[in-house]
């Protein structure tokens, strides 16, 4: 009966190995404020002026179309920043000490693809998850994997892809893709 604590040891060892759970792999960004980009439509409020405040689209050269001043750059910036730009184009010869604030009205639309019943362009909300755009667009298919999707996500001058968890972040211009499952 000594052999039977060694001859279970020996065959628990590895079992334990296998075990393991595999840690997530996150590679895209997921920090930071969120930054403005094309077609982002954005609420500009100038305190004092009804005329100027309205909802103005990001266009294809990250600017917004402003009344009397112009194309105002906006891509990569937070919404602080933006409003401080219009302030700054504003308070160059129109105004004094305009007080502007910006907020983001509908953000752009992510994407989804693969094993999922509709595929598409889905508009974004605030604080989605992987699993929150696949109900969005109408659920899994039959033969997708459930536990994981793959997420394409722009990082600067690069497109980055992160194997993820159904309860992973998204945002807006995301592309998301559910593969299929093997048996």
Do not use: H
């Not at 982002?40 to 990001?58: K, M, Q, W």
């Not at 990569?76 to 502007?100: D, K």
């Amino acid at each position: 009966m000594r052999w039977l604590p060694l001859l279970a040891l020996a065959l628990v060892v590895p079992l334990a190995a296998c075990s393991t759970t595999r840690p997530a792999a996150y590679l895209v960004e997921t920090k930071g404020p969120y930054q403005l980009d094309t077609g982002d439509a954005l609420r500009v409020s100038v305190y004092g002026d009804t005329e100027l405040t309205n909802t103005y689209r990001v266009d294809d050269a990250g600017a917004i179309a402003f009344p009397l001043v112009g194309p105002v750059q906006v891509r990569g910036t937070t919404t602080n920043v933006a409003a401080g730009r219009v302030a700054a184009a504003l308070s160059n010869g129109y105004m004094r000490n305009p007080n502007v604030a910006v907020e983001v009205a509908e953000y752009r639309p992510f994407f989804i693809q693969g094993e999922i019943k509709n595929a598409g362009q889905f508009q974004y909300v605030y604080g989605m998850t992987v699993r929150a755009a696949i109900s969005t667009s109408g659920g899994f298919s039959e033969t997708a994997d459930r536990n994981r999707a793959v997420v394409y996500r722009r990082q600067g001058d690069q497109m980055v892809k992160g194997t993820v968890d159904l309860d992973f972040p998204i945002y807006p211009g995301d592309t998301v893709v559910i593969l299929e499952r093997w048996f």
